[in-house]
Nanobody
Framework: QVQLEESGGGLVQAGGSLRLSCVAS???????TGWFRQAPGKEREFVAA????????HYADSVKDRFTISRDNAKNTVYLQMTSLKPEDTAIYYC???????????????WGQGTQVTVSS
């Protein structure tokens, strides 16, 4: 069973940047990893995902060309580099692990507590 922990969130002005980290502990394995976010009153939505072996990536249209997902398997860590942040990016950001490639949150597990990203105008 893999457990993930998110960090790196904070308060940033619109147009700024943040880098989020997702560190896996416990029984780490070759899981695909996804970043999701959830704003108050909204459903958890897909942000980005990366495969384990080939580092294939996919992004939500809302963050494409602004966010970059990457991973360092030796450190059991996945990153989400966020640039050109917008107020609409404000949310709690979570990462999860999936045995099979998926963009659906229900296929992921091992969620951490999330990390808050707040983007001011």
């Amino acid at each position: 069973q893999v457990q993930l922990e998110e960090s790196g969130g904070g308060l940033v002005q619109a147009g700024g940047s943040l880098r989020l980290s997702c560190v896996a502990s416990g029984r780490t394995s070759s899981f695909n990893t996804g970043w999701f976010r959830q704003a108050p009153g909204k459903e958890r939505e897909f942000v980005a995902a990366i495969s384990y072996f080939t580092a294939y990536t996919h992004y939500a249209d809302s963050v494409k060309d602004r966010f970059t997902i990457s991973r360092d398997n030796a450190k059991n860590t996945v990153y989400l580099q966020m640039t050109s942040l917008k107020p609409e990016d404000t949310a709690i950001y979570y990462c999860g692990a999936a045995a099979m490639w998926s963009l659906a949150s229900q296929q992921y597990s091992g969620w951490g507590q999330g990390t808050q990203v707040t983007v001011s105008s």
